[in-house]
């Protein structure tokens, strides 16, 4: 329906968002934030916040445009950055038709000087508020449009939103998070590494100083991308501070040719005025309900058991039946094959692109074990790695010029392998049939779809850079095959978290986010995770009792639980655990799936806490139960460890809350615990206590998680 005055206004629950779509003027976000009622008006908010000119400066303030592109006159970083051969590079985009239907409008604007065109697409969603901007651009010229930068829409930022919460890391310490003040200038998040990366997230958090998990201010900002991205937030001399994101794009990776268009990935925003926990909680229902869509809905996670750490490239068909078995007697329900299995792969340095079993480990090919799996009640997982390929292999001895490069630049070494060039139809059609015949040959529920290096060189054939056709291409790919076999599930692997993002997330069903299975550094890094991902999709298994990353040696009551707050899966060698870790493990994987709906499908709550801390807790969604975790990461100095206030609770219900982790062992006065009434059946207590009063937590040793559960009376 085409609006009917210059303003666009679109209500979630919990927030608004104001428009300001003048036909043949400039398009500006005016608002959004907290939720207006139906007494303010979008013209009367624009009055309000009509700036004048000041001294020094032009005497009518130049708008913030949707793209802030140069021809208008802003001065602060443009938005958009096109060209045809250094010409036609200041374009004015302004308002041809508006469009808004219950929740959605689309804004369409042309330059017909520059040849440039652009639609805005804002749809927010009214049951979690969480926010989609698309924005395409055309080129309605006859001669080729260059497009160096295209941010997916400007943001004006609220004044109070002055702090900047980031997501930095690194290979087995990804979704670190760290606090700025922002201050007139830019805060730059580049990505290059042609993946999502481990260090640079494309997510922020924008907050004041005040907000804390359950009260304050914040925007959740989340670029759907797994290739080069770009966040920045500049705050301008006058005040006024702008928020871009898009894809970061290489030089001339992006030309346009006549009619063309470009879709920039989807910015996902969501605002709260109740702290962090609430606009996680926004963006996890945003993905159960949009992004996952009827793939997984309601089937329980699978408990995995994955190999890799267990037998890495050393494959043989009696050791894994054997781990089969140890899998399935502790209550393992999906078995997959990590990396290892197929021709020529027993170490790293081999093998990839060709994609199917080696007979000389697997004379049978993998029958025989997949065989075992089933009988055993599992379904069976395999681990592939697509878009790679080793100079060892017979693909690359057959095509070695298949590969990204950009000559005569040398590659960069990255794990012995190359990137394919997965944009070349015939590249893509030889991936997709030897997968496709691995799924037609074997049973398989499951892919674990592996990207294990950077894209240092990631020129095509035709010179031009890649990663913007490269992303799409894997994109295809993946959809391709999950048309042809919509059974199979995915999970998104890249060395650990360098691809966990909702645009790849949006293709599939779990993330495995660290390589790290170190239960203190898991807790951080699962947190972080959390911001942006549900716990449903957040891969999380119990590694060996010594951590092959950290080297840390860590009990099993910690590792357990660390894993239970995720979709729980085992990498441990089975075959090599004591039996009290086996049985300690086997109990933590029956209580996870007791609890496991609730896990999975309550809402997750973050609570505030010491650097030394971590809790969390999931309550359903009638608040009538709920899992909370504490876990106590270092020593701390002073007596006791504090007050636990547990929060998402009912106040007008009561509870039954008991300790239902560890069982023993995890404080150095257990009678103390024993006489707190917390173990066994535990005691009823009122929920506004719980959340406004707390539970003093009794002394425990460092690196002890407690899990507590709270039922109401
Ligand atoms: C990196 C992954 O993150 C690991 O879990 C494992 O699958 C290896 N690759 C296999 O090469």
């Known amino acids: 329906m085409p609006a009917t005055s210059d303003f666009v206004v679109l209500h979630g629950c919990s927030s608004s968002l104001l428009l300001h779509a003048p036909v043949g003027g400039w398009p500006s976000v005016l608002y959004f934030g907290e939720r207006l009622g139906g007494g303010v008006s979008a013209a009367e908010v624009f009055r309000l916040r009509r700036r004048q000119g000041a001294k020094g400066g032009p005497s009518e303030e130049v708008v913030a445009t949707l793209s802030c592109e140069p021809g208008t006159g802003y001065l602060g970083p443009s938005g958009l950055n096109v060209h045809r051969e250094g010409r036609s590079w200041a374009p004015t985009l302004r308002v041809i038709s508006v469009e808004q239907e219950e929740g959605c409008a689309e804004i369409r604007c042309r330059d017909d000087a520059h040849g440039v065109h652009a639609v805005y697409r804002f749809t927010l969603d009214a049951r979690n508020d969480v926010l989609a901007i698309d924005t395409e651009l055309g080129n309605d010229g006859d001669d080729r449009l260059a497009i160096d930068w295209a941010a997916v829409a400007c943001i004006p930022l609220a004044p109070e939103l002055d702090e900047l919460m980031h997501f930095s890391g690194r290979w087995s310490g990804e979704f670190q998070t760290d606090r700025h003040r922002l201050r007139q200038g830019g805060f730059l998040v580049e990505n290059r590494r042609g993946r999502t990366s481990h260090d640079r997230f494309p997510g922020l958090v924008l907050c004041t100083a005040r907000t804390d998990e359950r009260a304050g201010a914040c925007l959740g900002v989340h670029l759907a991308w797994s290739g080069n991205s770009r966040l920045r937030v500049d705050t301008l001399a006058d005040g006024r501070r702008i928020l871009q994101c898009g894809e970061l794009l290489l030089p001339g990776e992006l030309r346009l040719a006549a009619n063309e268009r470009y879709r920039t990935p989807r910015l996902y925003l969501r605002h709260s005025a109740s702290g962090l926990s609430e606009m996680s909680a926004g963006f996890h229902d945003y993905f159960h309900r949009k992004l996952k869509g009827a793939r997984t809905g309601g089937r329980p996670r699978p408990v995995h058991y994955n190999t890799w750490e267990a037998v890495y490239f050393d494959h043989s068909l009696p050791v894994l039946t054997e781990l089969v078995d140890a899998a399935a007697d502790i209550g393992v329900e999906r078995f997959v094959l990590d990396d290892g299995w197929f021709k020529g792969r027993r ?61 005569p630049a040398a ?21 997709f049939g030897q997968i496709d015949a691995l799924l037609d040959e074997y049973e398989i529920g499951y892919l674990k779809w592996d990207m294990n290096r950077d894209l240092n060189h990631p020129g095509a054939r035709a010179g031009t850079a890649s990663v913007h056709a490269q992303t799409h291409a894997v994109y295809s790919l993946i959809d391709r095959l999950r048309e042809k076999h919509p059974q199979i599930e995915i999970e998104s692997c890249a060395s650990g978290g360098a691809r966990t993002d909702l645009g790849i997330l949006a293709r599939t069903d779990r993330l495995w986010v660290s390589d790290n299975n170190d239960a203190i550094d898991r807790q951080r890094i699962q947190r972080g995770a959390s911001f942006f991902f549900p716990l449903s999709v957040i891969g999380a298994h119990v590694g060996a009792r010594r951590c092959h990353v950290t080297n840390r040696v860590l009990p099993m009551a910690l590792r357990a639980p660390t894993a239970m707050f995720g979709h729980l899966g085992v990498e441990a060698d089975l075959l090599g655990m004591d039996d009290a870790d086996r049985a300690e493990l086997g109990a933590a994987i029956a209580l996870y799936k007791e609890h496991r709906e609730l896990i999975h499908g309550g809402e997750l709550v973050r609570l505030d806490g010491l650097a030394w801390q971590n809790a969390i807790g999931v309550v359903s969604r009638d608040r009538r139960s709920a899992l909370f975790s504490y876990c106590q990461l270092e020593s701390h100095d002073e007596v006791l460890p504090g007050v636990l206030r547990f929060a998402g609770l009912d106040a007008t219900l009561r509870y039954r809350l008991r300790l239902i982790w560890p069982a023993s062992d995890c404080t150095p006065t257990p009678q103390a615990l024993e006489n707190s009434g917390l173990t066994g059946d535990g005691y009823e207590v009122s929920g506004e206590a719980l959340v406004k009063a707390g539970l003093q937590l009794p002394l425990l040793y460092p690196q002890t998680c407690l899990v507590f559960a709270l039922d109401s009376v």
């Not at 480990?361 to 390929?389: N, T």
């Open 347 to 407: 170490d790293e340095r081999s093998g990839l692109g060709d994609w199917v079993v080696d007979r000389g480990v697997f004379p049978e090919g993998l029958h025989p074990l997949i065989e075992r799996v089933h009988s055993r009640g599992m379904e069976f997982g395999l681990w592939v790695e697509p878009e790679m390929i080793s100079e060892d292999s017979d693909l690359f001895r057959a095509h070695p010029d298949w590969v990204l490069a950009a000559p």
């Open 411 to 431: 590659q960069t070494p990255f794990r012995h392998q190359l990137v394919l060039d997965m944009a070349r139809p015939e590249v893509a059609d030889n991936v």
